[in-house]
């Protein structure tokens, strides 16, 4: 069955390759798309165009079709060309003619650009209660590990003393960035597109702010052309948003990676949480970080993806956009998969305490030793030279008790600020109205 088809069958060949994996991804839209009826057909009933008992009849059959997605029992039909023509055909064969009459008032265009809006939305809030827990635990291991110091880096050679607190304490600041940028996607897609039928409006009297309403929405897309213009947009936004998040994960999975390395041996896990070789018995490798860590940059190619098949689109629908679907709906599902194996993980680390009393990290302390000289009255410059002669001279030799104190420094990590930023940031999505579409199947 197909919403456009008349007195004739397409080919075979056309079908299979226009409809690709329609039925497949579809399926993650099926709640979205009876809940999107659902605000549809009671706005149509308050403009005249569906009978009061007419209503009722269609608002049961969908609510029994929501029931069956949730409890795993709907399919998408060999034949049926999407979730939105199954949800028809079902209706038709449950209800007879009423069934034919939920369309009216809209294209398919605009009733996937719903559905795709609503499925975002609740996946962002759901990407967004998972970073928060996995930030709440990061901020909980770096007052853990605060007072255990770290070797610092740049250019891969010894810099400076860090923290496993200033360490973890980051990856949860930088959390914070990503969410701001996720809080803009889903203000992106909190907007009602319904209503805009083919992308020029409809000569039906239709109540778009009623739909906007019913479905939760924050605000409408007004202009029809550019609700259905924000096809791509909006998921292309969402993308870079993942991506974000996605960048932030993946440079922690590379830290661990060379954290645990032998010529480190910052941190481990326990053996069952790694794997071994088929050769070398002593071996225990981060293949969970190094998966993440892949994933997390396929993640970070999906905007680029997406950008190229918007690229040279003019307005008005084109069915490329069918095609951003199939590896955008599922990336959801494998970034939240990502986090909890993040987080699963480092609840469960081995940090080694002793690191920095070893010989080769003598030299992290030198800026130390500049600063206690420019303390006790001696102007930078000659400081830093006097320690480095010093140095070259082989006769260093430093105090490593360190008195940092600034925000955001070894003594002073500053997360109970940087929790307070990350609730701030979370408490402004507002998911509470983004839940009244829910009341339309209870």
Known sequence: ?????????IHEKIERFTTGRDRETDLLLARYDVLGSLAHIQMLESVGLLTAAELQQLQQGLKEI??????????IREGVEDVHSQVELL???????????????????????????LFIRAELQKLVENIASFADLLIRQSETYKHVLLPGYTHFQLAMPSSFGLWFAAYAESLADDLLAVQAAYRT????????????????PLNRRMTTELLGFADLNYNSVYAQMTRGKTERITAVAMGSVA???????????????????????????????SIMPHKKNPDVFELIRAKCNRLQMLPAEIGMILANLPSGYHRDLQLIKENLLPAFAELNDCID???????????????????????????????????????????????GLIIEEGNFHPETTLSHTHEGSIGNLCNSEIKRKIETIISDFRFDKAQRMFELVS
């Open 1 to 9: 069955m197909k919403l456009w088809q008349k007195n004739f069958d």
């Open 66 to 75: 929501y029931r069956e997605i949730e409890n795993g029992q709907f399919i």
């Open 91 to 117: 209706l038709t064969e449950r209800l007879g003619e009423v069934g034919k009459k939920i369309h009216s008032g809209r294209s398919r265009n605009d009733q996937v650009l719903t559905d795709i809006k």
């Open 189 to 204: 897609a909190d907007q009602n597109p319904l209503g805009s039928a083919a992308g020029y409006g409809s000569s039906f």
């Open 247 to 277: 960048a932030t994960l993946g440079k922690l999975a590379a830290d661990v990676c060379l954290y645990m390395c032998q010529n480190m041996d910052f941190l481990t896990f326990p053996r069952e949480l790694t794997t071994g070789s």
């Open 341 to 387: 194996l993040a987080s699963y993980m480092l609840e469960r680390v081995i940090v080694r305490e002793t690191i920095i009393s070893e010989e080769k990290y003598k030299y992290l302390f030198s800026v130390e030793a500049v600063n206690k000289e420019v303390l006790a009255g001696m102007s930078f410059r000659d400081a830093y030279k006097k320690i």
